[in-house]
């Protein structure tokens, strides 16, 4: 039986810097939790169900946008380059591309490596012709990957809209970085576009409640990389759509005066206090050209569906 290749693994436990990330957020006036804690193992089965709700239009419109354009798309990026994943999750939109792009080899990369060694076994002996990596990476502070992957031409596939978790500036940063990884090849990026709020709030807030379990589930992540004592049923999912940074924003509201305690720190929630643990930043065609081309990127493919929901970019 064929086996991918682990490169690196994330050493939750043993890593102080996401500890103190972790601290310094739930300390911090307004409190918050970075995004990336929402994809332990549980976390990531929850975001798959998540993209199968006739609610959440960016996997569903993604995808039309893939089928439709798959031989214009394999055209812009060219075949038998590597494939980069990042946040690669189940690993199914980038196989959806297998065969029309035959890489060369695939790399996924992931926060949890857990989640990853459960799907990419499954994946490589579907695919036994396809070198296949898995990379636990917190590509969100620093992307450098190891020599073993990069010695070819290859692409980078950041798909569903995961760059709009970052802020403007950290998008550019991480966008920066991609490019300085680049070897003769270039970008295929999914950016959700801005559209009216009752289909933004239905998306991200859905009736099976589905949304709110995946964000109240970064509370039992936080209890077990740092000791703390969250009780996740003193608190709620709550989403804000705020229109002048144009973004999503997800918290955890304090349904009532809760004390949080963590080795030597100390936290007490108010009813009604928030947590933020994420945004969703929405684009337009303009704004994300405008951002890649900030970070060094020049030439641009771009497709999108009949309604304007979402748009995939091809940047190099």
């Not at 992931?110 to 070198?131: G, T």
């Not at 073993?148 to 980078?156: A, E, K, L, Q």
Request: glycine letters at 6%; one cysteine or more.
């Amino acid at each position: 039986m064929l086996e991918p290749t682990y490169l690196t693994e994330t050493q939750f436990l043993n890593n102080l810097d996401l500890r103190k990330e972790i601290e310094q957020g739930l300390l911090s006036e307004t409190a918050l939790i970075s995004p990336k804690f929402l994809y332990d193992n549980l976390g990531s089965h929850l975001f798959t169900a998540i993209t199968l709700l006739p609610e959440y239009y960016p996997t569903k419109t993604e995808k039309s946008i893939f089928e439709k354009n798959k031989l214009d798309i394999a055209q812009a990026l060219g075949l038998k380059k590597g494939l980069i994943d990042l946040g690669a999750g189940n690993c199914q939109k980038a196989e959806s591309l297998f065969h029309s792009l035959q890489p060369s080899s695939y790399t996924a990369i992931d926060f949890s490596i857990d989640y990853l060694k459960e799907i990419l076994p499954q994946l490589q002996n579907k695919y036994p012709e396809i070198e296949m990596f898995g990379i636990g990476m917190d590509f969100s502070k620093n992307l450098k990957l190891p020599n073993s992957v990069t010695t070819s031409s290859h692409n980078f596939f950041y798909p569903g809209s995961s760059i709009g978790n970052f802020t403007k500036t950290d998008a550019q940063q991480l966008l920066t970085q991609i490019k300085a990884e680049l070897r003769e090849g270039g970008l295929l990026i999914g950016v959700d576009l801005m559209k009216e709020d009752s289909i933004l709030f239905n998306a991200y807030d859905d009736p099976l409640k589905l949304t709110a379990a995946f964000n109240l589930n970064i509370l039992r992540v936080v209890n077990s990389l740092i000791g703390s004592d969250f009780n996740v049923a003193e608190f709620k999912h709550y989403i804000k759509i705020n229109h002048s940074l144009q973004r999503v924003e997800l918290y955890l509201e304090a349904l009532k005066d809760t004390t949080v305690t963590w080795a030597d720190h100390i936290r007490t929630f108010k009813c009604g206090e928030l947590i933020h643990t994420e945004n969703s930043h929405k684009y337009t065609p303009e704004s994300i050209k405008n951002l890649l081309t900030s970070a060094g990127f020049q030439s641009f493919h771009l497709w999108t569906d009949p309604k304007n929901y979402f748009a995939l970019i091809y940047a190099t």
